[in-house]
């Protein structure tokens, strides 16, 4: 219940392509749906989020695509660059509960 | 320039030995996450304070590892004996409510041989 699966585990982009990651959840009460970018060596930061009021959320080349019937969401990475190389995480919580994380993707975009 | 600190950066230690980490979080924020990452399990959550007081840690190896927040500044996770297994990076994390971005640190990269 408390789980998001993310899959795939690796992803190989060449540059100028379209990265999509997806993550699937079943608690209901989820409420809130970050993405985060992690590099080697250092902690994940927030890329972007949103909430279940919206389908789609767009900043740059990063968009969210939510589909709340199906408990599912998705990470687009449009024209991906080598500097996206990285792995992500999606995660999920509630507005009383601890952020939970799926088990990742590592991307690498080659030139 | 707010951050999450965490210390030490790198830790090798013998196995049975105890380990203390410490991490700072943002000045203001109330919710505190210590995760652990390791490449077969991604990220566990281990424990997690919100205005200092523990609301979960149902994610740590009770017989040996805790977690405590002495004052708002300072959150400290503990591994007593350490083992082999717990070798990993081990990553704080702060965020000025439940439900909203959590900022992390640059994690402490434990090693116990």
């Known amino acids: 219940q408390q789980q998001v699966k993310q899959s795939p585990q690796s992803l190989i982009v060449q540059k100028g392509g379209i990265s999509i990651i997806n993550c699937a959840y079943e608690?209901?009460?989820?409420?809130?749906f970050p993405w985060y970018q992690q590099f080697p060596g250092k902690g994940p930061a927030l890329l972007i989020a949103?909430?279940?009021?919206?389908s789609e959320k767009k900043e740059g080349r990063f968009t969210i695509s939510f589909n709340k019937s199906a408990k599912q969401f998705s990470l687009h990475i449009m024209d991906s660059q080598p500097g996206d190389s990285a792995t992500y995480f999606c995660?999920?919580?509630?507005?009383?509960?601890?952020?939970?994380f799926g088990t990742g993707t590592r991307l690498q975009v080659f030139p | 320039d707010a951050r999450v600190t965490q210390t030490p950066r790198h830790k090798v230690t013998e196995m049975g030995q105890e380990v203390t980490m410490r991490c700072q979080p943002i000045?203001?924020?109330?919710?505190v996450f210590w995760y652990r990452q390791t490449m077969m399990q991604g990220l566990e959550l281990l424990a997690y304070?919100?205005?200092?007081?523990?609301?979960?840690d149902s994610g740590m190896p009770k017989d040996r590892f805790s977690a405590e927040m002495p004052d708002a500044t300072l959150a400290t996770l503990k591994i007593q004996p350490s083992e082999p297994r717990d070798s990993a990076v081990y990553f704080c994390?702060?965020?000025?409510?439940?439900?909203?971005?959590?900022?992390f640190g640059q994690g402490t990269r434990l090693t116990v041989v």
């Open positions: 304070f919100r205005n200092r007081a523990p609301l979960d």
């Open positions: 949103i909430r279940p009021d919206v």
């Open positions: 995660a999920a919580s509630t507005d009383t509960d601890k952020l939970i």
């Open positions: 994390a702060s965020g000025p409510l439940l439900n909203t971005e959590a900022f």
């Open positions: 608690n209901t009460a989820f409420d809130y």
């Open positions: 000045l203001g924020h109330n919710t």
